[in-house]
């Protein structure tokens, strides 16, 4: 089994940057990283650079959350996009619920579905698009 390599870590560039190089600097080295974070990915991207990695081909990347500018990294970014738009909308209408009919009671759990968008720096694009 291999070994888990999940790290905890803050969410500037530079926690993202230290994270990644002592990740890949390890042994077994990861072959990808599932990165949770905006600026986090940026400092990931940066390290695997910094120490002459090729991705994906030595280390695949997988950001959380589709940003405007993640098809401008070379490789492209594939992402985990969520649906922000609908959990705002649904934010504001429970919120609105319970303060119009001054509703009680435990919170509530919604589950809003995120999509996978694929591009190259996991490994597996072959001009598919969103999957």
Request: aromatic share 10%.
């Amino acid at each position: 089994m291999a070994p888990n390599h999940a790290s905890s870590v803050a969410s500037s560039v530079e926690d993202g940057f230290t994270a990644t190089v002592r990740m890949l600097q390890s042994e077994p080295r990861p072959t990808a990283l599932f990165v949770t974070g905006t600026r986090l990915t940026i400092g990931t991207v940066a390290a695997i650079f910094s120490l002459w990695l090729k991705c994906p081909d030595q280390v695949a990347v997988v950001g959380f959350d589709d940003y405007e500018w993640a098809g401008a990294f070379r490789p492209r970014l594939t992402t985990v996009a969520q649906p922000a738009y609908w959990m705002g909308q649904r934010a504001a209408e429970v919120l609105i619920d319970r303060i119009t009919v001054a509703r009680e009671g435990p919170p509530e759990e919604w589950v809003l579905r995120g999509h996978l968008i694929v591009r190259e720096s996991c490994g597996l694009y072959a001009g598919r698009g969103n999957v």
